[in-house]
């Protein structure tokens, strides 16, 4: 197998991991126009059979430089979410490529990782029997309880700290709780380049020392926090699964997120979590004040969302992810059998 991908700062051009010959070329601003140049160049002359495309953010169009079959993976595509992210003229950018999938993949296999996702490249005009949806898995022996709960009341984000996540939200929730509970924390763990904004603005909701940023964490750590956290919140607009959500029932805690596509499906309503409009503060306060004053309906919740992060596992992911790209190439696949094509 052969990963090409782009390049960052400290990245050796070439390198093997796992047996995976790994090619950084260009750089994330510039990666759908060097990443098919890079191909086209360098591995032009190698037969492969197969040509695995993330489409992540923007798509490569890889059915139109690949000399192998394609199979497009899609986490999520943004949409009109790119506006809260980034300027209008590199938003409708992004969405001009978007709009290009139904006639660049038009005979394409799709592997999505959710229903939502399914349901948007359908919307978008792929046809609904070119979709497969492969949930992702867990690693189980990470995430898993290994903290006894906060002695204060304490709300958990995990994610990057970018302007679409919706943390700004979470902010403004949390200073409601903290009228109630002025003993609750706020965890916010993670790192990104809307850190600063959000710095001044729990700094200017007065929220002081109860807001903590811990940046980027190693993952025991993180692991340990998110067990230690009564609640934990996705406030996303839209997510490609909610990975995090899940991550957080495998370690014992209650969610709350947004109503919204992907959590949608990660997290079961009333079950393994509360799902609240996105965007509103005070749906948002109300869902977290419900968990951290209702010690009954928060276990209630926890041991359901253990038993639902119990049912990912990446070894069934592997096993469906195979499946669909050797129905794509036309082979027959075996359970657990995992035979590997030449890819890139």
């Known amino acids: 197998m052969t990963w090409l991908c782009s390049g960052f700062d400290g990245g050796a051009p070439e390198v093997s991991i796992d047996g995976i010959r790994v090619l950084r070329r260009g750089h994330w601003y510039d990666a759908n126009h060097a990443l098919p140049a890079?191909?086209?160049?360098?591995?032009?002359?190698?037969?492969?059979?197969?040509?695995?495309?993330?489409?992540?953010?923007?798509?490569?169009?890889?059915?139109?430089?690949?000399?192998?079959?394609?199979?497009?993976?899609?986490?999520?595509?943004f949409?009109?979410?790119?506006?809260?992210?980034?300027?209008?003229?590199?938003?409708?950018?992004?969405?001009?490529?978007?709009?290009?999938?139904?006639l660049v993949y038009r005979d394409t296999p799709f592997m999505a990782i959710s229903e939502s996702t399914r349901g948007d490249?359908?919307?978008?005009?792929?046809?609904?029997?070119?979709?497969?949806?492969?949930?992702?898995?867990?690693?189980?022996?990470?995430?898993?309880?290994?903290?006894?709960?906060?002695?204060?009341?304490?709300?958990?984000?995990?994610?990057?700290?970018?302007?679409?996540?919706?943390?700004?939200?979470?902010?403004?929730?949390?200073?409601?709780?903290?009228?109630?509970?002025?003993?609750?924390?706020?965890?916010?763990?993670?790192?990104?380049?809307?850190?600063?904004?959000?710095?001044?603005?729990?700094?200017?909701?007065?929220?002081?020392?109860?807001?903590?940023?811990?940046g980027f964490v190693p993952a025991a750590e993180k692991v340990a926090r998110l067990s230690a956290a009564h609640v934990s919140v996705c406030p996303s607009p839209k997510e490609g699964w909610g990975l995090t959500v899940v991550e957080s029932?495998?370690?014992?805690?209650?969610?709350?997120?947004?109503?919204?596509?992907?959590?949608?499906?990660?997290?079961?309503?009333?079950?393994?979590?509360?799902?609240?409009?996105?965007?509103?503060?005070?749906?948002?306060?109300?869902?977290?004040?419900?968990?951290?004053t209702d010690r009954a309906r928060r276990e209630q919740l926890e041991q359901n969302g253990a038993l639902w992060a119990q049912t990912f596992t990446w070894e069934r992911c592997a096993d469906e992810a195979f499946a669909v790209l050797e129905r794509a190439l036309g082979l027959k696949h075996e359970a657990g059998a995992w035979p590997l094509p030449r890819a890139v």
Not at 190 to 210: M, V, Y
Not at 256 to 267: C, E, F, K, T, W
Not at 278 to 291: F, Q, V
């Open 79 to 102: 949409g009109t979410t790119v506006f809260a992210e980034t300027g209008p003229l590199q938003a409708l950018y992004v969405m001009a490529h978007e709009a290009l999938l139904p």
């Open 249 to 292: 029932n495998a370690c014992g805690t209650a969610v709350v997120a947004s109503r919204s596509p992907g959590l949608v499906d990660s997290v079961r309503d009333g079950e393994t979590g509360i799902l609240v409009p996105h965007g509103n503060a005070s749906a948002l306060s109300g869902a977290l004040m419900s968990i951290l």
């Open 121 to 214: 490249l359908v919307a978008r005009g792929i046809a609904r029997e070119q979709i497969s949806v492969v949930h992702c898995g867990l690693d189980h022996e990470r995430f898993k309880p290994t903290a006894a709960k906060a002695e204060r009341p304490t709300v958990a984000f995990l994610g990057r700290l970018r302007k679409y996540k919706g943390v700004d939200t979470l902010l403004e929730a949390f200073a409601e709780v903290r009228r109630t509970l002025p003993d609750a924390e706020l965890w916010i763990i993670g790192d990104g380049p809307h850190r600063s904004a959000l710095e001044a603005r729990a700094k200017r909701l007065g929220l002081g020392d109860s807001a903590r940023f811990f």
């Open 38 to 77: 890079a191909y086209r160049r360098e591995l032009k002359g190698e037969r492969f059979d197969a040509v695995l495309e993330d489409i992540n953010k923007l798509p490569f169009f890889a059915p139109r430089w690949a000399d192998s079959p394609v199979l497009a993976i899609v986490p999520h595509l």
